[in-house]
């Protein structure tokens, strides 16, 4: 069974600055692999998928990028409405399942 | 507007059962996978369960297989989970998600709570 383990748990920045979020699968999952963004109270949102293609309405600072096993969520110049929690997510072929990682928090410094 | 709208949340005691409504509205329901998805107070989002367009292909999470059972009603363009022998770990936010292949999960239920508690 593929574990998805994202890094750091928290990152603490300014606006303006960028920020880079690690998702590791401990297994090969391709490029089978997709970003969401989640603020408080609010249902998840898709950011990028199969890695590194920006879902429709989604500003081009945000990119991602990696394949196989290591894969990395690049936010080039924080907006204030950037602080959220982001969620990486693979989909396995078996066991057949959509594993999510445990989310890294992108915090105003 | 594509949207769904989830219902059926509520406060039920150990070992009791519920069943979560998921109403489609601005797409193809029928051409669409499902998934149920929730999201324990303060925790991360866990995957629950999937069903295919035409309801041919299930899974479930191994945390609630056996006890939650997903079904669809395309021509009522609406989604169902129902959870049996329920546990007070299975309090949370339940979203339901709508699956494009190759993309994601693209759209998503403002989401139900489920409060499992004596």
């Known amino acids: 069974e593929i574990v998805v383990t994202q890094s750091p748990a928290t990152l603490s920045l300014s606006p303006g600055e960028s920020a880079t979020l690690s998702c590791r699968a401990s297994?090969?999952?391709?490029?089978?692999l997709t970003w969401y963004q989640q603020k408080p109270g609010q249902a998840p949102r898709l950011l990028i998928y199969?890695?590194?293609n920006r879902a429709t309405g989604i500003p081009a600072r945000f990119s991602g990028s990696g394949s196989g096993t290591d894969f990395t969520l690049t936010i080039s110049s924080l907006e204030p409405e950037d602080f959220a929690v982001y969620y990486c997510?693979?989909?396995?072929?078996?066991?057949?399942?959509?594993?999510f990682g445990q989310g890294t928090k992108v915090e105003i410094k | 507007e594509v949207q769904l709208v989830e219902s059926g949340g509520g406060l039920v005691q150990p070992g009791g059962s519920l069943r979560l409504s998921c109403a489609a509205s601005?797409?193809?329901?029928?051409?669409?996978?499902m998934n149920w998805v929730r999201q324990a107070p303060g925790k991360g989002l866990e995957w629950v369960s999937y069903?295919?367009?035409?309801?041919?292909?299930?899974y479930y999470a191994d945390s609630v297989k056996g006890r939650f059972t997903i079904s669809r009603d395309n021509g009522k363009n609406s989604l169902y989970l129902q959870m049996n022998s329920l546990r007070v770990e299975d309090t949370a936010v339940y979203y339901c998600?709508?699956?494009?292949?190759?993309?994601?999960?693209?759209?998503w239920g403002q989401g139900t709570t489920v409060t499992v508690s004596s």
């Open positions: 998600a709508r699956e494009r292949t190759g993309y994601g999960l693209d759209v």
């Open positions: 601005g797409f193809t329901f029928s051409s669409y996978s």
């Open positions: 069903i295919s367009s035409s309801s041919s292909t299930i």
């Open positions: 297994q090969s999952v391709s490029s089978y």
């Open positions: 199969d890695a590194s």
């Open positions: 997510q693979q989909r396995s072929n078996w066991p057949p399942k959509w594993t």
